[in-house]
């Protein structure tokens, strides 16, 4: 099974508006860490927002909020009043414990997104 | 703030020949790691390294793939014997480690861009 899913296809939204996009997770491990990364057209990854398992409330950095239900295993990433330079790839990814603490992040396939003026 | 680095950025080579990727990881990190990313699919993860030794690799990274810490500072991913299948972006990242947090997030490099003809 798939670790992390992705299966948006390529998301529009017009500027100034919000956005969502879906990743879900499978995992058996009680502990673990799910992150996004944008990776815009120039290449290099970028960390925007990071959710622990045992994190009671949702992760916010910014315009960036993660929409985390932890009983449906899924944790949406909200980008609020999009800008332009949001147009970009946005990976899911998650870390478990369950070969040491800094076990590597494993991700989705990714999720194109473009912004319209 | 200070940054993975990887050269060259762009990489052209013939099939079968051998290459090396260079990775100058953050200089007090401790966990080095090599992902890569074929065109327009998803980051996968090749191997982890630690204390001069790999922790994990993956399925793809087999007999023709190696790393190695040759000083204090280089990180590097050697391809033997290239196939045009290991056309792809090749990142580099790392993260402090020596902590049970989860939340340590990686930072990567903006990735060798590796064509093997």
């Known amino acids: 099974a798939q670790k992390i899913t992705q299966t948006q296809p390529g998301m529009f939204v017009q500027e100034k508006e919000a956005v969502t996009l879906d990743c879900t997770y499978d995992?058996?491990?009680?502990?673990?860490?799910l992150f996004w990364y944008k990776q815009p057209s120039s290449g290099e990854m970028i960390f925007l927002i990071y959710q622990g398992s045992y994190d009671q409330q949702n992760a916010t950095e910014g315009r960036y909020s993660l929409n985390f239900q932890k009983a449906r295993k899924s944790a949406n990433l909200v980008i609020s009043a999009s800008q332009l330079g949001d147009s970009a790839m946005y990976f899911c990814?998650?870390?478990?414990?369950?070969?040491?603490?800094?076990?590597?992040?494993?991700f989705g396939k990714g999720i194109t997104l473009s912004v319209r003026p | 703030e200070p940054e993975v680095t990887q050269t060259p950025s762009h990489q052209v080579t013939q099939m079968g020949q051998e290459v090396i990727l260079r990775c100058v990881p953050i200089?007090?990190?401790?966990?080095f790691y090599w992902y890569r990313q074929i065109l327009g699919q998803k980051v996968e993860f090749l191997v982890s390294f630690y204390n001069n030794e790999i922790s994990e690799k993956s399925e793809i990274f087999d007999d023709q793939f190696s790393v190695e810490r040759p000083d204090g500072s280089n990180f590097t991913l050697k391809i033997r014997s290239t196939k045009l299948e290991d056309s792809a972006m090749y990142f580099c990242?790392?993260?402090?480690?020596?902590?049970?947090?989860?939340?340590?997030?990686?930072?990567f490099g903006s990735g060798t861009q590796l064509s093997v003809l």
């Open positions: 990242a790392s993260n402090k480690g020596g902590t049970l947090f989860l939340n340590e997030k990686l930072f």
């Open positions: 200089s007090n990190h401790l966990y």
């Open positions: 995992t058996s491990d009680p502990s673990y860490g």
């Open positions: 990814a998650m870390r478990e414990t369950y070969t040491g603490a800094n076990s590597k992040l494993t």
